[in-house]
């Protein structure tokens, strides 16, 4: 059962209080079982725990039934913006945190090849972004665990995808000639 890491405590900050994870470790559910009630995903519901995704209103409300906690009590987990990334030293001390960390370390540039192989140059959405996490057990008793990662797909400077690169350069052309470091006319 993943409780309050008390390690965590002055990274989350005093909006992100321990009585949501006390309120789930005495209930016994698992991040899994509130998603269920909350009709979301299990790591979107594990982020607003963490402060790391920013709770709806009707989250708010269903939480506070799931818990049993004032909804005045919860309103901090929707008003705002989550932090992310604050919480993790880097390189990561947390031993599965560092795993994770390790896979990019040691995968990432091939993940990056393969990627831009199958779709072109360009970047995969942290925002426009899904994750779940799966258990396996294969025919040998062996658990592994799946992660997937599913990001758009946004094409470096193309006017088709996520990028619009006449209004790009015009943004960096306006704020490289606000610094007089280019003309009008200069290209970039």
Known sequence: MATHPSILNSSLGSLHSSEIFQAKAIKNLTFGEIANELGRDEVAVAGIFYGQVKASPEDVKNLSKVLQLSEDNLRYLSDGFPVRGHTVDMPPKEPL???????????????????????????????????????ET????????????????????????????????????????????????DKI
């Open 138 to 185: 294969d025919n040998e008793g062996t658990t592994w665990a799946v992660i997937t990662l599913r990001g758009k797909w946004c094409l470096m400077l193309t006017k088709s995808n996520c990028f619009k690169a006449d209004l790009l350069q015009a943004a960096i052309r306006t704020v490289l000639m606000g610094f007089k470091l280019i003309s009008f006319n």
């Open 97 to 135: 945190i560092y795993r994770l960390y390790e896979i990019i370390q040691n995968y990432g540039y091939a993940y990056k090849a393969i990627l831009n192989e199958k779709f072109g140059d360009g970047i995969m959405s942290g925002i426009a972004f899904t994750t779940k996490v799966e258990k």
